[in-house]
């Protein structure tokens, strides 16, 4: 097994860096405004900028739980997840950059959980592909 | 800008029709708004159409040509508009304009939809990284009533909302669906059955979220002149507004995996930016709506929106959901028809079936779940693409 396959294979390519010990979400800038975007843009969408300019750039690993909510029913194609289904954390997470940011959590719980909390950018399995290989998105964990 | 009256409605009542096309069902709504507003399809002068998302149109968003093909082949302009959910509303503005800018003096707004069972499904191919519709769904897995709860989750946390309050709301939408004809459910539930039924996004339950119908709705829309040859007691379009939302709102709104958060642009832009336009043009203030129809998606929508509109104070709804001043007998009656919670969402039609029900409340026909004595009416529908849609009327 080389090295690539068992660290998985990200669901989709350039929503966040990896492989990597500290993985980060991948997003853009804009050059005027300095407004942050996540995923990468195409341009800034801010009415008083001109130049519209966007960078890509790297986002905070760590932010606080804005807020969070159970996902409690297997949600439709193209959703990954493994059979049988378990329920997941998804949170709502401010960024420093002045963004808030949608993830699954790494917790099943919502007594681990409260708004305000620090969490931390991390990459897990979310199911298996055909070939069996293991298919990995970007998630929240909280920090105690 | 002339003034605009409503002549007429008509509505197909909501539910599955399985046996029955969109355009059958459109057609049976048609012939009732042009009986109630006592014109012939030959005075229409002009149709804007909600274009259906799931079926009819003719496969294309033709709706209005569907339409005029079956019934009325009379040469006349239409604009089939786009708006996801908030595409009835655009279809009215369309048809208001038409009227008030002197373009025809009679014109009709419609929608009309069937749609898939379960989950709105995923349509699209494309699998690019700026495709947010893709990624939410295969990057995290989060359904639109995700997107309620995390507001209902933090609402919680900023107002001491309850899960009693939240299911409040739907215990009441359908207490007055339950007297509403047209609405799919209509079973009067307790406050335990609401807060029982299976969770589906914490902290919404399946009885706090909107299911999907199949449905269709249509508005008559004329000149003062025109309404006064029919009627004494005209209902008149004091305000309408279809528009998009602002740069910096703080809200991940569906699809998005994110929000660029900024302080200067409200929560909810594109239905706030749209309340406000109809306030300014109707010269009418938030607390002189007499009540609303809004897309209550889920119980939150019902609770946050009526302050994010300047009716009441950030969280005083959980107070009037406690004492009941949200019921039709209620000092700010909300959703009176029983709601999306009581008749499922037909996307494209809702923003019309709101406004069906403020014409038969503002008319007195209302029946059982009649408003008393109500003079303002206000609509407010919330379409993907940061679309919103607001009508005011007034008698």
């Known amino acids: 097994m080389n090295a690539r396959i068992s660290k998985g294979v990200p669901v989709v390519e350039g929503l966040f860096t990896w492989p990597s010990d500290k993985p980060q979400l991948i997003g853009t800038k804009c050059l005027s405004c300095g407004s942050y975007f996540f995923p990468k843009t195409l341009s800034c969408n801010n009415p008083d900028c001109e130049e519209k300019k966007v960078e890509e750039v790297l986002l905070s690993r760590r932010g606080k739980l804005y807020s969070y909510t159970m996902q409690h029913y297997p949600p439709p194609p193209p959703s990954k997840f493994s059979e049988p289904f378990v329920p997941y954390g998804i949170g709502l997470v401010e960024l420093p950059e002045g963004i808030r940011v949608i993830g699954r959590l790494t917790t099943t719980h919502t007594s681990e959980l409260r708004i305000g909390m620090d969490v931390e950018l991390t990459v897990e399995k979310i199911c298996e592909d055909d070939q069996g290989n293991e298919l990995v998105t970007y998630k929240f964990k909280p920090l105690k | ?395």
């Open chain 2, 1 to 395: 800008m002339r003034e605009v009256c409503v002549l007429g409605v008509g509505m197909h009542p909501w539910g599955k029709f399985d046996d029955k096309s969109v355009k059958q069902m459109v057609l049976e709504a048609g012939n009732r708004a042009i009986e109630d507003a006592s014109v012939k399809w030959r005075d229409i002068g002009f149709i804007g159409a909600a274009s259906p998302l799931f079926e009819g149109g003719m496969d294309y968003g033709l709706a209005a040509n569907e339409l005029l093909l079956a019934v009325s082949a009379s040469g006349i302009p239409v604009y089939n508009v786009s708006a996801g959910c908030a595409a009835g509303g655009a279809a009215f503005d369309a048809a208001y304009r038409a009227v008030a800018d002197g373009m025809c003096d009679i014109a009709l707004a419609m929608g009309g939809e069937k749609m898939p069972k379960g989950f709105i499904p995923y349509r699209g191919t494309a699998q690019d990284i700026t495709n947010v519709e893709y990624l939410r769904w295969v990057a995290i897995g989060i359904p639109n009533p995700g997107y309620w709860a995390f507001e209902a989750r933090r609402r919680m946390e900023d107002f001491g909302t309850t899960d009693t309050h939240f299911a409040k709301v739907s215990v009441k939408a359908h207490k007055t669906g339950a007297q509403n004809p047209y609405a799919r459910y209509r079973k009067v539930l307790t406050l335990e059955e609401v807060l029982n039924s299976n969770m589906v996004d914490d902290p919404l339950h399946l009885y706090e979220i909107c299911a999907v119908s199949d449905g269709a709705a249509i508005v008559v829309l004329g000149t003062a002149e025109e309404a006064r040859k029919r009627t004494t007691k005209p209902v008149f379009v004091a305000g309408s507004a279809a528009l998009t939302g602002t740069f910096g709102d703080t809200q991940v709104r569906v699809p998005d995996l994110s929000a660029t958060a900024k302080s200067t642009a409200p929560h909810f832009s594109e239905v706030v930016n749209p309340v406000r336009k109809c306030y300014e043009i109707a010269g009418i203030g938030p607390r002189e709506i007499d009540f609303v129809e809004l897309s209550d998606n889920s119980v939150w929508q019902e609770l946050a929106w009526p302050e994010y509109f300047g009716m009441l104070e950030p969280g005083e709804s959980d107070w009037m959901v406690d004492h009941d001043e949200t019921t039709v007998d209620g000092k700010l009656p909300i959703n009176p028809s029983g709601g999306f919670l009581s008749f499922g969402e037909a996307t494209t039609a809702m923003g019309l079936f709101q406004v069906c029900e403020l014409v038969w409340q503002l008319r007195g026909q209302a029946g059982t779940r009649q408003v008393k004595n109500p003079k303002v009416g206000l609509s407010v529908s919330l379409g993907l693409g940061a679309n919103g849609g607001a009508v005011i009327l007034r008698v």
